[in-house]
Antibody, heavy 117, light 108 residues
Framework: QVQLVQSGGGVVQPGGSLRLSCAASGFRFSDRVMQWVRQAPGKGLEWVALIQRDGSDQYYADSVQGRFTISRDLSKNTLYLAMNGLRPEDTAVYYC??????????WGQGTLVTVSS | EIVLTQSPGTLSLSPGETATLSCRATQTVGNNYLAWHQQKPGQAPRLVIYTTSHRASGIPDRFSGSGSGTDFTLTISRLEPEDFAVYYCQQHAYAPLTFGGGTRVEMK
């Protein structure tokens, strides 16, 4: 069955860095666009980033452009989100998500990132 | 960037009733690439509808989507207890992909 197992969340100080991982199984990872979506506490969903199937192109929300980097390792079936220059407003549950085209058709369980001093 | 506005913010209904949720875009959504996701408390979202009217795998036929251009609707007929949740629309046509603010369907 399809699984997206996330890791790497935690507490980090403002200005700090963190890298999230998402290990995929149960489907052909290289066939799917992958994304990150986040949800601040008590708020709605906010799209963060998308990476094409072969990793050739990436797209970002304006709010994270230049600070976050989405990448994938096809040999490890793993998606990453490197986050630098973290701000308190980046505090959220981050979801790894599989795409069918650009629509999210399967969501990971989410991992909490807290940016606080 | 396409901004999606959902209405109403909250719908209070009883089981067996019909829920009608609206999602309006600030510009035409190409190919009607508009999806709906359901989220229950403490859970990850789940895809319900994609490309306006296509039900995702395992979604019962009481869920239906319609619309085109800038105006889209999710209809949930004969509400079941497990349908009470927050629903988000998402356009999957253009980057940056965007979500609406959500509609909460609560039990009256």
């Amino acid at each position: 069955q399809v699984q997206l197992v996330q890791s790497g969340g935690g507490v980090v100080q403002p200005g700090g860095s963190l890298r999230l991982s998402c290990a995929a199984s149960g489907f052909r990872f290289s066939d799917r666009v992958m994304q990150w979506v986040r949800q601040a506490p008590g708020k709605g969903l906010e799209w963060v980033a998308l990476i094409q199937r072969d990793g050739s192109d990436q797209y970002y929300a304006d709010s994270v452009q230049g600070r976050f980097t989405i990448s994938r390792d096809l040999s490890k079936n793993t998606l990453y989100l490197a986050m630098n220059g973290l701000r308190p407003e980046d505090t959220a549950v981050y979801y790894c998500a599989r795409g069918a085209g650009w629509v999210v058709d399967f969501w990971g369980q989410g991992t909490l990132v807290t940016v606080s001093s | 960037e396409i901004v999606l506005t959902q209405s109403p913010g909250t719908l209070s209904l009883s089981p067996g009733e019909t829920a009608t949720l609206s999602c309006r875009a600030t510009q035409t959504v190409g190919n009607n690439y508009l999806a709906w996701h359901q989220q229950k408390p403490g859970q990850a979202p789940r895809l319900v509808i994609y490309t306006t009217s296509h039900r995702a795998s395992g979604i019962p036929d009481r869920f239906s989507g319609s619309g085109s251009g800038t105006d889209f609707t999710l209809t949930i007929s004969r509400l079941e207890p497990e349908d009470f949740a927050v629903y988000y629309c998402q356009q999957h046509a253009y980057a940056p992909l965007t979500f609406g603010g959500g509609t909460r369907v609560e039990m009256k």
